[in-house]
Each structure stands twice: as C-alpha cells, then as structure tokens.
C-alpha cells in the first residue's frame, strides 16, 4: 500500500501563554490571526517578538491560539546562530528545557524554559493512522525523494488525534538537508 | 564487512584564487594559515571575508590553499538567512550557478558564479574505496545513528584520490538534522 503523507516545514515560530502576550503587548491583548495553518483551528498571527539569545536575537512569528505555556520551537542552526541551547522535543514536553528572553512592544520576560527544536512528527486522524496502519507515538521512518538530496529520516514520531490533518512536520534544517524546495511527500517506512 | 566513515560538518566557507585574494587583501597578500584540515594540504585561515547577500551579510572563513577559481560553499539555510541562491553541487563544479559579492578589508568583487550549497560526499583513498567497495563518482546511501534523530542520507558521491583522507563531509542543515553533536560515523549502504 502506498504510504506516502505530505511534508510541511516549520519554520521558526513562539507559542504563547496568556499572561506571556499580555506582558509582552499589554493587558487583555489579543492576538490578530493572519494566516490558517494545516492543523485545523492553528493560526499564524500577525505580531512578532524578539527572542533574544547570548549571540544576537531573530523576530519569530506567534502561533495561535494561545496555550497553557509558552515554547519557543527554533531549527538548531537558529539556535546556535542566536545563541540559545534547544533540546529535540515534542511540542508541550518542555520540563527540563532551557529558556530564553523574549521581546515584545510592550515589555520583555524571561522564559525559564520552553526552548526546543521539534521532534520531527506526523499528525494523523485515527482513520490516517488505521490507514498507514500506525498507532499514536510509534516511531516510524519516512523517505523523503527529491532531486538531489533523497533522505530517510528515523525517529520519527506519529500523534494521532481526530482533530489533526494529515501531514509530517520537520524544522527548517531538515527540510533544507533533504533539499526539499516545493510540495514533497514522505514515504512511511516501519 | 563493516562499512563506517567519519562524518566531518562543513561550516559555511570561501575558497579563494589568488587574483581575488589580492582583490581582497591588497596586491601581493598571501593567506595566514590557521588551522589544518582532515583533507592533506587543505587548512582553514586566518582571514575572513563578508558574502554579501540581498537579505544581510555573513563573514565566512577561507580555506586555503588558493584555487584556479573561488568559490562560496554554504548550508540552504545560511542561503536563504542573507539572500543568495545556492545551487547544490560538487565542489568545483561550479558552471552555471549564482555568483555574490565579497567584501574584504582592501577591497569588493562581485564573484559571477560560485555559490554553491555541497552536494554530500565521501572522501576515500583508492585503498579505502576498495575496503568500502566503491568506486570514484558512485552515488551511495549513508545511514548516520544519532540518540535522537537518525537519518540516511542518500545522493551522496563517493570521490576518490590518493591524497584524500577518509571522511564525509556534509553543511550544517544537514548536520543539525541528523542531531549531530559530537563525533559522528555513518554507514555506507548501497
């Protein structure tokens, strides 16, 4: 059976909490959805903030809605260029991870942890995952064929919720070490 | 037969010929070595020289010795990060790509091809290629296990010379996507 599922890539991107945009916009801001994600109800807004490393500092687009901790999800190459040390975690597993600072229009905070580089990962809907004939957290490989630099990438993770839509996520460098320039698909290899 | 090779990661670079170092540094200079390389002969330098993009700028190193032409050797992401376009090829094999400018301490020039992202490769001795059995110009398959994020790569080009050390070579995105973090071996499979 064919197994082949869509590949987006993230680019760098903050997830914030409630009192994180209110301490870096101002009392009872609300983020401005700009853009539509893949994941149904997910949003890319318009406002931007700072995150500030020991090198330097890069603007990163907000992601919505807001969530019940703030996390900033950065390609290790983005890491290393703005001097902040991210671990390779799943979205929302963020204990034990470093922080940051991050700046805003309105005033500035310190992170004490969220900063990670996502764990590569496929969202599927329980009917997708029936499909592939994968189950929630099973570590699975995906072969990615492109022009001129085909990658398999293991460790691979697929989350299964019935509100996902069907597409794997990798950072930046990844998409960039697989030379992925259009629309690609991702082979699910077990 | 086990068929391990030494992953090296390739930071962003410059290769120089000896007409755009004195464009450069002033008629006459010659290059400080700095540091010597896996590879016999080759050593990175003292001097560094801004590649110029339409984005922003980023100061590279130059690895010496000087070459018949120059050359901007750079990760997609770094491409991207200051606004040039990067074709992925063999070092050297540099017809037909992008060109830059380079800003050095004496002087600018504006290289009219050159820019390229490396197309991964193995270095390999005769001897070696034989051990591995491979041959110069093969394209194979290498599977680098890391604790977290293992990847096979494929497109990559064994090379083949008596005065090569035995060692692939890949840029940061590719690096950084395969979690490398320290010493690194990959598998040869083809």
Same mark, same amino acid.
């Given at each position: 059976?064919? @197994? @082949?599922?869509?590949?987006?890539?993230?680019?760098?991107?903050?997830?914030?909490?409630? +009192?994180?945009?209110?301490?870096? /916009?101002?009392?009872?801001? @609300?983020? *401005?959805?700009?853009?539509?994600?893949?994941?149904?109800?997910? /949003?890319?807004?318009?406002? $931007?903030?700072?995150?500030?490393?020991? #090198?330097?500092?890069? $603007?990163?687009?907000?992601?919505?809605?807001?969530?019940?901790?703030?996390?900033?999800?950065?390609?290790?190459?983005? +890491? #290393?260029?703005?001097?902040?040390?991210?671990?390779? #975690?799943?979205?929302?597993?963020?204990?034990?991870?470093?922080?940051?600072?991050?700046?805003?229009?309105?005033?500035?905070?310190?992170?004490?942890?969220?900063?990670?580089?996502? $764990?590569?990962?496929?969202?599927?809907?329980?009917?997708?995952?029936? @499909?592939?004939?994968?189950?929630?957290?099973?570590?699975?490989?995906? $072969?990615?064929?492109?022009?001129?630099?085909?990658?398999?990438?293991?460790?691979?993770?697929?989350?299964? #919720?019935?509100? /996902? +839509?069907?597409?794997?996520?990798?950072?930046?460098?990844?998409?960039? +070490?697989?030379?992925?320039?259009? *629309?690609? /698909?991702?082979?699910?290899?077990?």
């Amino acid at each position: 059976m064919e @197994k @082949k599922v869509l590949v987006e890539i993230s680019a760098r991107h903050i997830h914030l909490c409630e +009192a994180d945009v209110e301490a870096l /916009f101002g009392k009872g801001y @609300k983020l *401005t959805p700009k853009k539509n994600l893949s994941q149904p109800g997910q /949003f890319a807004c318009e406002e $931007k903030v700072s995150v500030v490393g020991t #090198r330097s500092e890069m $603007k990163m687009s907000i992601l919505g809605p807001v969530r019940k901790a703030s996390q900033v999800e950065l390609a290790l190459t983005d +890491a #290393r260029t703005i001097g902040v040390d991210a671990l390779i #975690r799943e979205s929302g597993h963020i204990d034990g991870t470093n922080g940051c600072k991050l700046v805003g229009p309105k005033g500035e905070i310190t992170l004490e942890k969220g900063v990670i580089a996502a $764990k590569r990962h496929i969202h599927l809907t329980p009917e997708d995952a029936d @499909k592939f004939g994968v189950k929630d957290n099973e570590i699975v490989n995906v $072969k990615i064929e492109t022009p001129e630099r085909t990658t398999t990438y293991g460790d691979v993770v697929i989350r299964v #919720r019935s509100d /996902f +839509a069907a597409a794997m996520h990798i950072d930046t460098d990844e998409g960039n +070490a697989a030379g992925i320039t259009n *629309t690609a /698909f991702g082979e699910i290899i077990k």
